[in-house]
Every structure is written in structure tokens, then in C-alpha cells.
């Protein structure tokens, strides 16, 4: 019944490693984004895709490389993890195009780097 | 560039009403959302305004003015469960689907 689900809720990690984040939607939505929310709960958009095509890249270092198989799926990869790297990452879902853009959001994965 | 304001933090009593205001600086401007976030949860969609006026869902109302550059949330008949961050969020194109957000506002009730 879930709508957005993420996987892993938590993930605990040592510096310089790799880790993915999976996301799924089951709304039937053709619109997915990751956002990062920092220790001051400020939340920040990173990407978008719209059945699979990236629409919204923002200023993030290359170390992330989301990728999006289908339309129900947004994975966030991370290379090299860093210090600064330790937030909650929520994936989101939304139809584009209907007037009030509801973004239903997942969970969130609470990243800590040691 | 973007610039989104909220008060960092808000107290109110049980039963009383609160109102959360949001100024807003943006390029362009295409809608405005308001969001609620309980600790360690996600964010829920509370309401959304484009054209000027109030919006009245339930207990929520939220007003905005585009000239002014403003909106606010009016919380009514605060219930214990009301106590939560609320985000006020702009998107400035549409069907660009971005949304930009305010550092939020963390509302305490108190019996």
C-alpha cells in the first residue's frame, strides 16, 4: 500500500565508500526527484526525471548519479562518500503538468558518514 | 536568484489559532505550496495557492498575494498533533516541476 518507499530507512557508512539509495513509486506518476535534507531540515531539490528522462539537475557534485529504469524507479548513487555527505534523502513522486503538482515523498533514508 | 523567508520557530497554545507567514523573492513565480514535516518523517502536501485569495481546507487556510510577494498558513483550533515544521515552497515554472523551499517553521503547541 505504500506510495513511495525507499530503501534503506538508515545507512551507515565510512568515508570514501559507494552506496545506492532505491526508490519506487506505485502512484502511477511519471515525475520522480531526490531532494537532500541537512542537519537545519533545509530541503533541497537535486534531481528530476520524467519517465526517465532527467529535467532537474541541480548544483550537485558529480559523486551522485541518480538513474531511473522505468518511471516508478529512481536510484541515487554515491561514489566517494564524504563527511558532508550525512542527511536525510527523500525521493518524491508527482504527475507533471497537473496544476498543483502534489509531490508525495517517501520516507527518507538518513545517511551518516563516519 | 531565489530567496524564501519563514520564521524559524513559532509557540501557540492549544485550541488557539496560529499564522505562519512566507515572503517570497523568485525570477518567476508559478505557484505556492505549503508542506507539514513531523520530526523524523516526510513531508505531507497541506495546500497550494496560484492566484490570489485565501484557501480554506478544513482547519488550513492558507492566503497568498503575488504583488506582495506573501503568503501565510492560518492554523486553526490547534490540536497537540499540530506541533511539527511547516515548508513553504515556490515553483517558478510550470511544468518545470522544481520546487524551491523556505528553511521552514518549527511550530511547538502547548496545552
Known amino acids: 500500500d505504500t506510495a513511495v518507499s525507499q530503501t534503506p530507512k538508515y545507512l551507515v557508512t565510512q568515508m570514501g565508500n559507494d552506496k545506492s539509495i532505491k526508490c519506487e513509486q506505485n502512484?502511477?506518476?511519471?515525475?520522480m526527484y531526490w531532494y537532500k535534507q541537512d542537519s537545519k531540515k533545509f530541503l533541497k531539490i537535486m534531481f528530476s526525471y520524467n519517465n526517465k528522462e532527467l529535467i532537474i539537475n541541480e548544483t550537485v557534485p558529480n559523486r551522485f548519479s541518480p538513474k531511473s529504469p522505468d518511471k516508478a524507479h529512481l536510484n541515487l548513487h554515491i561514489n566517494s562518500l564524504e563527511l558532508g555527505d550525512s542527511a536525510v534523502y527523500f525521493c518524491?513522486?508527482?504527475?507533471?503538468?497537473?496544476?498543483?503538482?502534489?509531490?508525495?515523498f517517501g520516507p527518507g533514508t538518513r545517511l551518516t558518514v563516519l | 536568484g531565489q530567496n524564501i523567508d519563514q520564521p524559524t520557530e513559532m509557540t501557540a497554545t492549544e485550541g488557539a489559532i496560529v499564522q505562519i507567514n512566507c515572503t517570497y523573492q523568485t525570477s518567476g513565480f508559478n505557484g505556492l505550496f505549503w508542506y507539514q514535516q513531523h520530526a523524523g518523517e516526510a513531508p505531507t502536501f497541506l495546500s497550494y495557492n496560484v492566484l490570489d485569495g485565501l484557501e480554506e481546507k478544513g482547519r488550513f487556510s492558507s492566503f497568498l498575494s503575488r504583488s506582495k510577494g506573501y503568503s501565510y498558513l492560518l492554523l486553526k483550533e490547534l490540536q497537540m498533533k499540530d506541533s511539527a515544521s511547516y515548508l513553504c515552497?515556490?515553483?517558478?515554472?510550470?511544468?518545470?516541476?522544481?520546487?524551491?523551499f523556505g528553511t521552514g517553521t518549527r511550530l511547538t503547541i502547548i496545552p
Open positions: 518524491a513522486s508527482s504527475q507533471r503538468l497537473a496544476g498543483g503538482n502534489e509531490q508525495f
Open positions: 502512484l502511477g506518476h511519471d515525475t
Open positions: 515552497a515556490v515553483r517558478e515554472v510550470f511544468g518545470n516541476e522544481k520546487l524551491t
